[in-house]
């Protein structure tokens, strides 16, 4: 499926980000910013789900690497919440879209969090098994400080601090955040399985993305 989607690849140099790869795909007035988990892939992480996120045809993708990681060349004291805005302007100013969500797996979840706290143009947030004690997360303030709905997936295999603390940030967050408590997985793992099959979070975020309500 991936072979099959016609994903664009750009490198963006900007004062704010240093050099910044970006790949996207789709044509929908919605887009989804996808911000990627620690594995080493950097965006190329994300481009099996992307791949089903774009057969929407309502629905479109941004994908970064973050500061750190794959070709990312971020400049002194920038960090990943300024390579997620910049997509996100990107996907504003250039992909023309309508409605945006910050979508991130295990770091990039809580680095969603984190710039849906502080850019404006966010339309709601979707975070993945993002760790509560990330460094930036107190902006967050326990959900408090957020001013868009989020969707928040933490396995109950995680630690219990990491359930009760994303239980948290969905109670306090603004009306609509949903908390999703699969038995099982981390990060791109709720999404599909080794054989591609989806993964329990799979038809929530497609939802979350769209701007239906997911079924818990």
Excluded at 11 to 29: E, F, I, L, W
Excluded at 103 to 117: D, Q
Excluded at 157 to 176: C, F, M, N, Q, Y
Aim: aromatic share 4%; net charge negative.
């Amino acid at each position: 499926m991936v072979a099959r989607t016609d994903f664009h690849y750009r490198v963006t140099h900007d004062p704010r980000g240093g050099k910044v790869p970006m790949v996207t795909a789709g044509h929908g007035s919605t887009v989804a910013v996808l911000l990627h988990q620690t594995d080493g892939n950097g965006l190329c992480g994300w481009l099996p789900f992307a791949a089903k996120i774009v057969e929407d045809p309502s629905l479109a993708i941004i994908a970064t690497d973050l500061c750190g990681y794959g070709d990312a060349n971020c400049p002194d004291g920038a960090g990943s919440t300024d390579a997620a805005s910049l997509a996100i302007d990107i996907a504003r100013r250039d992909l023309h879209a309508r409605r945006i969500v910050l979508v991130g797996a295990s770091m990039g979840g809580s680095i969603a969090l984190i710039t849906a706290v502080s850019h404006g143009q966010v339309d709601a947030a979707a975070d993945l098994s993002g760790p509560i004690e990330w460094p930036g997360m107190t902006l967050v303030r326990g959900g408090r400080a957020l001013h868009v709905p989020v969707l928040v997936a933490m396995a109950d295999t995680e630690s219990a601090a990491d359930v009760r603390g994303a239980r948290d940030i969905v109670a306090h967050a603004p009306k609509g955040s949903t908390f999703l408590e699969p038995s099982a997985g981390h990060g791109y793992d709720l999404l599909l399985d080794p054989n591609g099959a989806p993964g329990p979070v799979a038809a929530p975020l497609l939802a979350w993305i769209t701007g239906k309500p997911p079924r818990p």
